[in-house]
Nanobody, 125 residues
Framework: QVQLVESGGGLVQAGGSLRLSCAAS????????MGWFRQAPGKEREFVAA????????YYTDSVKGRFTISRDNAKNTVYLQMNSLKPEDTAVYFC??????????????????WGQGTQVTVSS
């Protein structure tokens, strides 16, 4: 069983930045592909970013490319999402995700094994 705990959400003005963190339990964090998803009110949960087990490969949805950066520290069992140039349309609950079986690239298509509880990000205009 893997437990994921997100932190770092909040209220920020458009153009601002936030850094989300996700701390994972377990001794095999480096064997998990990790990712971030988000869900805006009235919309389905959508893929945001994913990172491979070693951190060498990253994937992003088109709307955040060039603004968001996913990274991980396997020594700290933590994955991060640095969000810059935030827009009101980035407002959502952001969820950390872990996949023990698939590649980071495949996380874009779902099949996630573990989810965090979510952290609210609100971007005001």
């Amino acid at each position: 069983q893997v437990q994921l705990v997100e932190s770092g959400g909040g209220l920020v003005q458009a153009g601002g930045s936030l850094r989300l963190s996700c701390a994972a339990s377990g001794r095999t964090f480096s064997s998990y592909s990790m990712g971030w998803f988000r869900q805006a009110p009235g919309k389905e949960r959508e893929f945001v970013a994913a990172i491979s087990r070693s951190g060498a490969n990253t994937y992003y949805t088109d709307s955040v490319k060039g603004r968001f950066t996913i990274s991980r520290d396997n020594a700290k069992n933590t994955v991060y999402l640095q969000m810059n140039s935030l827009k009101p349309e980035d407002t959502a609950v952001y969820f950390c995700a872990a996949d023990t079986r698939s590649t980071a690239e495949a996380m874009q298509r779902g099949g996630i094994d573990y989810w965090g509880q979510g952290t609210q990000v609100t971007v005001s205009s």
